[in-house]
């Protein structure tokens, strides 16, 4: 790090520019994990990977990479996870990146650095450690960033190995960024306080450098979802929380229970009517929860005349889970599920009729 530099990051704090009317005028280049999420950890993200794209074995050796990780330091520890996470996933089905990181990655964004100083950027760029695969589709997609920087994969045969790419030329780089904005002396940095030596090619070549400490993004409130640039609407995701490393313990340590539970369900729910499975599935701990319209039809019995055909019901999970509540809901078995990429095993358990979409268009 250069004196010079090293004098800009001492000397300029992020909340001097809230007050900045001219932040339109410049190109922002903003720490992607040091400045914009309010944390800084970036485990729960590759365990995401590890486990939807990798499955649930891939998730226990992260987890118990993790202290190992922990003392190897930050740079050695990104890569290690990123080997553990993305070794041997093909490339064509690595949906990971733009169905199911970008709602984790929103709940993380700090709402005062985004709406008061990135959003009010003229052009915006994002540096992150995490491999772009990751992180573009959430930064593009959903926060409209304009150029992101991150990790490239190396690929073989349309697998991912695991490892890192050599950082391209800083120049080159910098030439797409100020293609049409500029010179250099228009590019305003923000950092973490402790990140300086993350992205120095980058923020060596801004006018200023702002820091972000770590006590004010402890302070930051949640962006809430209306005030996405663009909402998030669609969500492929198994997990219904964070999973940082505690909470992914409590998962793992709680499997064996849960497999015995879900098939007791499993059993009670195929082989005995609603009147005598639904008390059953609530002594069990199974909670559900339903409101009704007061305009809402009735769902037509098999052979009623004069009654419309049927109804449609939309469901937003890809799992057989709407559609099995949908039919306890309305206490009958005379529904088809329409699913996608559902496990054979899940079709024949089902107590309900599945019929399988492809993507095959005749």
Same mark, same amino acid.
């Given at each position: 790090?250069?004196?010079?530099?090293?004098?800009?990051?001492?000397?300029?704090?992020?909340?001097?520019?809230?007050?900045?009317?001219?932040?339109?005028?410049?190109?922002?280049?903003?720490?992607?994990?040091?400045?914009?999420?309010?944390?800084?950890?970036?485990?729960?993200?590759?365990?995401?990977?590890?486990?939807?794209?990798?499955?649930?074995?891939?998730?226990?050796?992260?987890?118990?990479?993790?202290?190992?990780?922990?003392?190897?330091?930050?740079?050695?520890?990104?890569?290690?996870?990123?080997?553990?996470?993305?070794?041997?996933?093909?490339?064509?089905?690595?949906?990971?990146?733009?169905? +199911?990181?970008?709602?984790?990655?929103?709940?993380?964004?700090?709402?005062?650095?985004?709406?008061?100083?990135?959003?009010?950027?003229?052009?915006? +760029?994002?540096?992150?450690?995490?491999?772009?695969?990751?992180?573009?589709?959430?930064?593009?997609?959903?926060?409209?960033?304009?150029?992101? +920087?991150?990790?490239?994969?190396?690929?073989?045969?349309?697998?991912?190995?695991?490892?890192?790419?050599?950082?391209?030329?800083?120049?080159?780089?910098?030439?797409?960024?100020?293609?049409?904005?500029?010179?250099?002396?228009?590019?305003?940095?923000?950092?973490?306080?402790?990140?300086?030596?993350?992205?120095?090619?980058?923020?060596?070549?801004?006018?200023?450098?702002?820091?972000?400490?770590? %006590?004010? $993004?402890?302070?930051?409130?949640?962006?809430?979802?209306?005030?996405?640039?663009?909402?998030?609407?669609?969500?492929? *995701?198994?997990?219904?929380?964070?999973?940082?490393?505690?909470?992914?313990?409590?998962?793992?340590?709680? @499997?064996?229970?849960?497999?015995?539970?879900?098939?007791?369900?499993?059993?009670?729910?195929?082989?005995?009517?609603?009147?005598?499975?639904?008390?059953?599935?609530?002594?069990?701990?199974?909670?559900? &929860?339903?409101?009704?319209?007061?305009?809402?039809?009735?769902?037509? $019995?098999?052979?009623?005349?004069?009654?419309?055909? *049927?109804?449609?019901? +939309?469901?937003?999970?890809?799992?057989? @889970?709407?559609?099995?509540?949908?039919?306890?809901?309305?206490? &009958?078995?005379?529904?088809?599920?329409?699913?996608?990429?559902?496990?054979?095993?899940?079709?024949? @358990? %089902?107590?309900?009729?599945?019929?399988?979409? &492809?993507?095959?268009?005749?």
């Amino acid at each position: 790090m250069t004196f010079e530099t090293q004098f800009k990051y001492q000397n300029n704090k992020y909340s001097s520019l809230l007050h900045r009317s001219d932040l339109n005028e410049h190109t922002l280049i903003f720490d992607i994990e040091g400045a914009l999420l309010r944390s800084s950890s970036v485990f729960p993200y590759f365990m995401l990977v590890a486990f939807e794209a990798g499955g649930l074995l891939r998730a226990i050796v992260l987890l118990l990479s993790y202290p190992f990780v922990c003392l190897v330091g930050d740079e050695m520890g990104v890569k290690i996870m990123i080997m553990i996470s993305f070794f041997g996933i093909k490339t064509e089905s690595f949906r990971v990146g733009r169905a +199911v990181l970008p709602k984790f990655l929103l709940e993380d964004v700090g709402s005062e650095i985004f709406e008061e100083v990135i959003h009010r950027g003229g052009k915006k +760029v994002g540096l992150s450690k995490l491999p772009r695969v990751m992180v573009e589709s959430f930064l593009r997609e959903y926060l409209e960033i304009d150029f992101v +920087v991150g990790r490239e994969l190396k690929v073989f045969h349309g697998y991912f190995m695991g490892l890192v790419e050599e950082r391209k030329n800083v120049h080159d780089a910098l030439e797409l960024v100020h293609e049409g904005k500029g010179s250099c002396s228009d590019m305003i940095g923000i950092s973490g306080c402790h990140k300086g030596l993350d992205h120095e090619d980058f923020f060596s070549r801004c006018k200023e450098v702002y820091m972000v400490p770590e %006590a004010d $993004k402890k302070s930051w409130q949640k962006l809430a979802t209306e005030k996405y640039p663009k909402p998030l609407i669609f969500h492929d *995701g198994r997990l219904a929380f964070r999973p940082t490393p505690p909470a992914t313990l409590a998962i793992l340590m709680w @499997l064996p229970c849960a497999f015995i539970l879900s098939w007791l369900r499993i059993i009670t729910a195929i082989s005995l009517p609603f009147p005598i499975s639904t008390p059953l599935l609530t002594l069990s701990g199974l909670r559900l &929860t339903s409101t009704r319209p007061n305009n809402t039809t009735q769902p037509n $019995k098999p052979n009623t005349p004069n009654k419309p055909k *049927g109804h449609l019901y +939309v469901c937003n999970h890809r799992t057989l @889970l709407d559609p099995l509540y949908i039919s306890f809901v309305l206490r &009958t078995e005379h529904l088809v599920a329409v699913t996608y990429s559902l496990s054979r095993m899940s079709e024949i @358990l %089902a107590p309900i009729k599945t019929v399988r979409l &492809t993507r095959d268009p005749q």
